[in-house]
């Protein structure tokens, strides 16, 4: 079965802390994207990648950076986290536009 | 610009009863369409989805919706609901260019009694 890996759960974080949140496919996906989901807001796209090394700002990349030096992973970078960034983290993939996206467990980060 | 609306943010129905949820979208040309779900603490899961041919498609778990292109809607329905499929259900668009992206709409929490 085909799978997006969130390397955690639950993360308790500082206030000011650097922090990185993974994410790993195992599909060949060339698409990935990390989401942030908050009530009443539903999903909206912080960054995405469409090649190793490539990467573009989606709604909300304010405070966000990513990297991607692999083709199967995809890493989230708050560069100093805030308490505004606590809040549910989505990784997804896709082969194309049509194939709809594979997403993660999700990160519940907490910044304290 | 692309747009997805669910106009319930919560829904109750009991055990049994049919289930509707509403979705209407804002795009240009044919758009691909899809319904996801979400449990509880979990990621989301593809239910169904569309892109071209017939406009009534079915998907996993029983739920089918249907595209009406003069309504710019894409409703998910199943006729009868079960104790598990109380979650968090959300409507996305997305477009054959570009990176793929998907519009993701606000979501609509459904609860079931018993």
């Known amino acids: 079965d085909v799978k997006v890996t969130q390397s955690s759960r639950y993360l308790v974080k500082r206030t000011g802390e650097k922090v990185f949140l993974e994410c790993v496919q195992d599909?060949?996906?060339?698409?990935m994207f990390w989401y942030r989901q908050d009530p009443g807001l539903g999903l909206r796209l912080i960054y995405f990648?469409?090649?190793?090394?490539?990467?573009e700002k989606g709604d909300i990349p304010e405070g966000y950076s990513v990297s991607r030096e692999k083709k199967e992973r995809f890493s989230l970078i708050l560069e100093s986290a805030s308490t505004n960034q606590t809040s549910m983290y989505l990784c997804?993939?896709?082969?194309?536009?049509?194939?709809?996206?594979?997403f993660g467990s999700g990160t519940r980060l907490t910044v304290v | 610009a692309q747009s997805v609306t669910q106009p319930d943010i919560h829904i109750t129905v009991s055990e049994g009863a049919s289930l509707e949820l509403r979705c209407n979208y804002s795009y240009g040309a044919t758009p691909y369409l899809f319904w996801y779900v979400q449990s509880p603490g979990q990621g989301l899961q593809l239910l169904l989805k569309?892109?071209?041919?017939?406009?009534l498609v079915q998907g996993i778990k029983g739920f089918e919706a249907e595209f009406k292109r003069s309504q710019s809607s894409f409703n998910l329905r199943k006729p009868s609901v079960h104790w598990s499929d109380a979650a968090e259900y959300f409507c996305?668009?997305?477009?054959?260019?570009?990176?793929?992206?998907?519009?993701f709409g606000a979501g609509t929490r459904l609860a079931v009694h018993p």
């Open positions: 996305a668009v997305g477009s054959s260019g570009g990176y793929n992206k998907l519009i």
């Open positions: 997804a993939s896709t082969l194309g536009g049509g194939y709809g996206y594979t």
């Open positions: 599909m060949d996906h060339e698409n």
């Open positions: 990648s469409y090649d190793v090394k490539m990467k």
């Open positions: 569309y892109f071209s041919g017939d406009t």
